[in-house]
């Protein structure tokens, strides 16, 4: 049955556009593995099978229609579309850690995506009838120092989206969860947190969370290695991030619930127009060159496409030659 005239179809809605890439910001253009436009709402998560799990449930309660799974078979990132009551959305496996986390999410609000919610467990105490919340976040030094805050802090706090934040507030309560929000301390090594006796500096970051729980509520905090990563990118493009983390060990029923709650969420977020868009620093000349030379080295058959894997010529943002016509060794695709 074709979509009712208010709906957009999934092949509408993450086309790439038929335009040059221009200098006002990283784009799909720009991205070495997302290279088509995403819908403006989704779902991320590390976890490959609570992926498979929501969109399998989703698929049998009729949640989910226009179900496409892309995916790059080998960096981590797979990204399924799919419409949520006739809206575009995606779902996406993202890797493990910030650093990983924070690439994917990069090239996610660079290909479009203007409000990201993370799925996650909660290794803090919480109740099935709980429904936990990320609205702040700390100790992300990393990807901080990496972007150029020579100063970057284990004390700086990153908002999630006011917007999102109370959406899914009302949405859990209308469902009859009793709504929480926490901040979440961020791990960037898992194994020295968790193990810390086979190093020698490894009790550290043991200690920097105990020392940051401390500071809050210790029931109200709870930690993570990929939701910092989020709020931090969500910051640097002026887009919409949260955070939902899942009772450890909870039963289907209860991620299925807490699934719908987000996607009723997400429905109701209202995207900013193009023209109130943050943009990020343009992208100069030399800098255009240098993500040319990226994606030249990097992108492999797997690029995340609409249909089939799409490589885009490297254009000069000046005069709009292809940079890469007389080279015989461009990736040919």
């Given at each position: 049955?074709?979509?009712?005239?208010?709906?957009?179809?999934?092949?509408?809605?993450?086309?790439?556009?038929?335009?040059?890439?221009?200098?006002?910001?990283?784009?799909?253009?720009?991205?070495?593995?997302?290279k088509?436009?995403?819908?403006?709402?989704?779902?991320?998560?590390?976890?490959?099978?609570?992926v498979?799990?929501?969109l399998?449930q989703?698929?049998?309660?009729?949640?989910?229609?226009?179900?496409?799974?892309?995916?790059?078979?080998?960096?981590?990132?797979?990204?399924?579309?799919?419409?949520?009551?006739?809206?575009?959305?995606?779902?996406?496996?993202?890797?493990?850690?910030?650093?990983?986390?924070?690439?994917?999410?990069?090239?996610?609000?660079?290909?479009?995506?203007?409000?990201?919610?993370?799925?996650?467990?909660?290794?803090?105490?919480?109740?099935?009838?709980?429904?936990?919340?990320?609205?702040?976040?700390?100790?992300?030094?990393?990807?901080?120092?990496?972007?150029?805050?020579?100063?970057?802090?284990?004390?700086?706090?990153?908002?999630?989206?006011?917007?999102?934040?109370?959406?899914?507030?009302?949405?859990?309560?209308?469902?009859?969860?009793?709504?929480?929000?926490?901040?979440?301390?961020?791990?960037?090594d898992?194994?020295?947190?968790?193990?810390?006796?086979?190093?020698e500096?490894?009790?550290?970051?043991?200690?920097?969370?105990?020392?940051?729980?401390?500071?809050?509520?210790a029931?109200?905090?709870?930690?993570?290695?990929?939701?910092?990563?989020?709020?931090?990118?969500?910051?640097?493009?002026?887009?919409?991030?949260?955070?939902?983390?899942?009772?450890?060990?909870?039963?289907?029923?209860?991620?299925?619930?807490?699934?719908?709650?987000?996607?009723?969420?997400?429905?109701?977020?209202?995207?900013?127009?193009?023209?109130?868009?943050?943009?990020?620093?343009?992208?100069?000349?030399?800098?255009?060159?240098?993500?040319?030379?990226?994606?030249?080295?990097?992108?492999?058959?797997?690029?995340?496409?609409?249909?089939?894997?799409?490589?885009?010529?490297?254009?000069?943002?000046?005069?709009?030659?292809?940079?890469?016509?007389?080279?015989?060794?461009?990736?040919?695709f």
């Amino acid at each position: 049955m074709p979509p009712a005239s208010n709906e957009t179809t999934i092949d509408e809605t993450i086309c790439i556009p038929a335009q040059k890439p221009t200098i006002n910001g990283p784009s799909i253009h720009t991205n070495v593995l997302i290279k088509s436009a995403l819908p403006a709402r989704g779902i991320v998560s590390s976890n490959p099978l609570r992926v498979e799990r929501l969109l399998r449930q989703a698929e049998i309660n009729g949640v989910l229609s226009h179900v496409k799974v892309h995916t790059d078979k080998g960096w981590g990132v797979k990204i399924s579309t799919a419409t949520y009551k006739g809206v575009p959305i995606f779902i996406a496996v993202i890797p493990l850690g910030s650093s990983g986390a924070g690439f994917a999410f990069f090239e996610m609000f660079a290909a479009g995506a203007q409000a990201l919610v993370r799925v996650g467990a909660n290794d803090a105490t919480a109740t099935m009838r709980e429904f936990v919340i990320v609205d702040s976040v700390d100790n992300l030094v990393g990807l901080q120092y990496a972007a150029g805050n020579k100063n970057a802090s284990r004390n700086d706090a990153f908002a999630a989206s006011a917007e999102l934040v109370g959406l899914l507030n009302f949405k859990a309560s209308s469902h009859g969860f009793d709504s929480k929000q926490m901040i979440c301390h961020n791990v960037e090594d898992y194994h020295a947190y968790n193990f810390s006796e086979f190093f020698e500096q490894g009790a550290s970051i043991r200690n920097q969370i105990e020392e940051r729980k401390k500071s809050n509520n210790a029931s109200e905090c709870c930690w993570d290695m990929e939701t910092a990563a989020l709020f931090l990118r969500a910051l640097q493009f002026g887009k919409h991030a949260a955070a939902v983390l899942l009772p450890t060990r909870s039963s289907l029923e209860i991620e299925t619930s807490h699934c719908n709650i987000i996607f009723e969420a997400l429905l109701d977020f209202t995207p900013l127009a193009e023209s109130e868009e943050i943009s990020m620093q343009p992208i100069t000349e030399e800098g255009a060159r240098r993500m040319s030379r990226a994606n030249r080295t990097h992108s492999t058959n797997d690029l995340i496409g609409i249909e089939e894997p799409l490589f885009l010529p490297e254009v000069d943002v000046e005069t709009g030659n292809d940079l890469f016509a007389d080279d015989e060794d461009a990736p040919a695709f």
